[in-house]
């Protein structure tokens, strides 16, 4: 069955739209920028993406070196920056008649920054705010803080620190709000975390993975930056290790050699390559190369992610879920998980993870027979 007819998920036609951007062109516009849609597609939508123009930003440059916006808050403090995030959220809320409101960050990825003391605890991570420490407080951080506040779901679909800390956790359950992330799994990971319980069942093993993309996106651009490349590069990086657990397989798993690359490559625009040289090996000891090239499109890939996640996300509060969600890790390249727990990265042990959960909103047990 459809999942819309087993839980009420919102309807398409009860959600509006809105944002912020460092630009301040209108979604119309924002669109033929980017080139991902054709004319044909975006035509008879026109007028609706011309009526969503976006709130000003909260940026820091120091966080995204390659963007240079001018639709940019004017703010002395991060707490500053928080409370002016709050009232937009307010605003768009009432203005557009809304009952509900979930905040998704599909903004540039961040520069890389590890979790520090002021990120450990609710107290900690407001005092930093009020005192303006930019080095650990960065803005993402300020719109998760912001919609947390106002009651609303948040879900980070970048690879950044943001929500992925004790104090977001502790500040989720206290206001009651789901918070869900990080990155979302669209293409040479979404691959990766299909061939490798494919390996590691057939119990195949790997001496190495090397992935390389090119791509030539704004996100492309602002990938390019080292510090910003690195965020990235932590986020890609985990998934197998998980998923071969070389601790238990060292025969097998204990000496992979994994290595990622991105490169900026413009003529591509949205049109992104990625190739997978995978060395595998068999029975006594056999070597064999599988070769994956992914031609793929980023946006396509991503923006019903982004749109699944809002739904659930909205579902998830509604049915008084709160904290971090895991069983949304199917959509997510470093799926949140607490200190106390493991991230899963098997794409079908997330699965059934997700189906798990909606049976359990609906009061049905899992059937026994294997699924
Ligand atoms: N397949 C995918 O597209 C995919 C997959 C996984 C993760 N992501 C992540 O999703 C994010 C968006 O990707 P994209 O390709 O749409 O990038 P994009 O560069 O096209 O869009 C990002 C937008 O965010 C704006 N922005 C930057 N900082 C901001 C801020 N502080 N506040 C408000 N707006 C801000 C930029 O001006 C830009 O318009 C990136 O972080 C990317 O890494 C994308």
């Known amino acids: 069955m459809p999942i819309k007819d087993i839980v009420p998920i919102a309807d398409l036609k009860d959600i509006v739209f809105g944002g912020w951007d460092i630009f301040p062109e209108n979604a119309y516009q924002a669109a033929v920028y980017a080139e991902v849609l054709k004319a044909k597609d975006l035509e008879s939508i026109r007028t609706e993406l011309e009526n969503i123009t976006p709130?000003?930003?909260?940026?820091?440059?120091?966080?995204?070196?390659?963007?240079?916006?001018?639709?940019?808050?004017?703010?002395?403090?991060?707490?500053?920056?928080?409370?002016?995030?709050?009232?937009?959220?307010?605003?768009?809320?009432?203005?557009?008649?809304?009952?509900?409101?979930?905040?998704?960050?599909?903004?540039?990825?961040e520069i890389f920054i590890a979790p520090s003391a002021e990120h450990q605890s609710l107290q900690a991570l407001e005092k930093a705010m009020k005192e303006n420490n930019t080095a650990v407080i960065p803005p993402s951080m300020c719109y998760a803080y912001a919609a947390i506040a106002e009651g609303c779901p948040f879900i980070m679909g970048a690879p950044?620190?943001?929500?992925?800390?004790?104090?977001?956790?502790?500040?989720?359950?206290?206001?009651?709000?789901?918070?869900?992330?990080?990155?979302?799994?669209?293409?040479?990971?979404?691959?990766?975390?299909?061939?490798?319980?494919?390996?590691?069942?057939?119990?195949?093993?790997?001496?190495?993975?090397?992935?390389?993309?090119?791509?030539?996106?704004?996100?492309?651009?602002v990938l390019d930056q080292p510090e910003n490349f690195k965020t990235k590069?932590?986020?890609?990086?985990?998934?197998?290790?998980?998923?071969?657990?070389?601790?238990?397989?060292?025969?097998?798993?204990?000496?992979?050699?994994?290595?990622v690359r991105i490169n900026y490559y413009p003529p591509r625009r949205d049109n992104k390559e990625a190739w997978d040289n995978i060395d595998i090996f068999g029975w006594m000891g056999y070597p064999m190369e599988i070769k994956v090239n992914f031609l793929c499109r980023d946006?396509?890939?991503?923006?019903?992610?982004?749109?699944?996640?809002?739904?659930?996300?909205?579902?998830?509060?509604?049915?008084?879920?709160?904290?971090?969600?895991?069983?949304?890790?199917?959509?997510?390249?470093?799926?949140?998980?607490?200190?106390?727990?493991?991230?899963?990265?098997?794409?079908?042990?997330?699965?059934?993870?997700?189906?798990?959960?909606?049976?359990?909103?609906?009061?049905?047990?899992?059937?026994?027979?294997?699924?």
């Open 233 to 259: 590069e932590v986020s890609k990086l985990s998934v197998i290790e998980q998923i071969f657990e070389p601790e238990k397989y060292p025969q097998l798993y204990g000496n992979l050699y994994h290595k």
């Open 55 to 109: 709130m000003k930003a909260a940026f820091d440059h120091n966080y995204a070196k390659r963007l240079n916006g001018t639709f940019i808050k004017d703010t002395q403090t991060r707490w500053d920056m928080v409370e002016q995030l709050r009232a937009d959220i307010r605003n768009f809320k009432e203005q557009n008649q809304c009952d509900r409101i979930v905040v998704l960050w599909a903004a540039s990825t």
């Open 160 to 221: 950044n620190l943001c929500v992925d800390i004790p104090a977001i956790w502790e500040f989720s359950e206290k206001m009651n709000v789901p918070i869900a992330g990080k990155d979302f799994k669209s293409g040479q990971t979404l691959m990766k975390t299909v061939l490798a319980p494919m390996f590691k069942t057939r119990m195949l093993g790997v001496s190495g993975w090397f992935s390389t993309n090119i791509l030539g996106n704004r996100d492309g651009e």
């Open 299 to 371: 946006s396509i890939l991503a923006a019903p992610i982004a749109l699944d996640l809002v739904l659930f996300s909205d579902l998830a509060a509604r049915a008084g879920m709160k904290g971090i969600q895991t069983w949304l890790s199917f959509f997510c390249k470093s799926p949140m998980h607490d200190n106390e727990h493991q991230p899963v990265h098997d794409l079908f042990q997330q699965w059934r993870m997700l189906k798990q959960t909606i049976r359990e909103m609906v009061g049905e047990k899992e059937p026994s027979y294997l699924d």
